[in-house]
């Protein structure tokens, strides 16, 4: 089974402050994937990294950057956090797998509030 | 056009009901198709995935697929509490093109 997993469940921060969020897969997948998730909204692509050192925007870009180090490890950083980055975050990761489509499998999320 | 359209819900249900979770689509370049199960507080976890017109079948789940009029479904037979979730359908047109786009979800109550 794919793990994906993200480094902090719930996360309180304060505004102006760079807010790291880390995830991590074991499954040696190229791409990697960073969304956020708010009500009404729905899941929007902030980045996503097609291999290590590579990145691009995704929908939503604005206030985010992203690190992409090593191949299991795909980083969020919020450069200087504001109260309207308050939401739920999902870090995904899938293996290109040739011409099919691979599904994307998902962390369980980091509720980040932002006070 | 919104790419993708789910009906939100909430959707309540007793328990041992069939219920039917939709979504419709606008880009004919989408050729893959998933469906994921989101519990309160966890993450998106893919419960059906499939590329073709017709249906597949997984257990009590039933995707069905209609590229013709561009409509993708879900069937939970015989549902059960432990159902009780959001329901993302997504949708990718493959290749190289990395992105999925998902519906906003359907919230699914199922009652005992």
């Known amino acids: 089974d794919v793990k994906v997993t993200q480094s902090s469940r719930y996360l309180v921060k304060r505004t102006g402050e760079k807010v790291f969020l880390e995830c991590v897969q074991d499954?040696?997948?190229?791409?990697m994937f960073w969304y956020r998730q708010d009500p009404g909204l729905g899941l929007r692509l902030i980045y996503f990294s097609y291999d290590v050192k590579m990145k691009e925007k995704g929908d939503i870009p604005e206030g985010y950057s992203v690190s992409r180090e090593k191949k299991e490890r795909f980083s969020l950083i919020l450069e200087s956090a504001s109260t309207n980055q308050t939401s739920m975050y999902l870090c995904a990761s899938r293996s290109p797998g040739g011409t099919a489509h691979q599904p994307q499998h998902f962390g369980d999320g980091t509720r980040l509030s932002i006070l | 056009q919104k790419e993708v359209e789910q009906d939100p819900g909430p959707l309540s249900v007793p328990e041992g009901a069939i219920v039917s979770l939709n979504c419709t689509y606008s880009n004919s370049a989408f050729q893959y198709f998933m469906w994921y199960r989101q519990y309160s507080r966890k993450g998106p976890e893919l419960l059906m995935y499939?590329?073709?017109?017709g249906n597949k079948e997984d257990g009590r789940f039933t995707a069905q697929v209609d590229k013709s009029s561009k409509y993708i479904s879900l069937f939970i037979r015989d549902s059960q509490p432990s159902d009780s979730a959001t329901y993302l359908c997504a949708i990718g047109s493959g290749g190289s093109n990395y992105k999925l786009t998902f519906g906003k979800g359907t919230l699914l109550t199922v009652n005992p």
């Open positions: 499954m040696d997948h190229e791409n």
């Open positions: 499939t590329y073709s017109s």
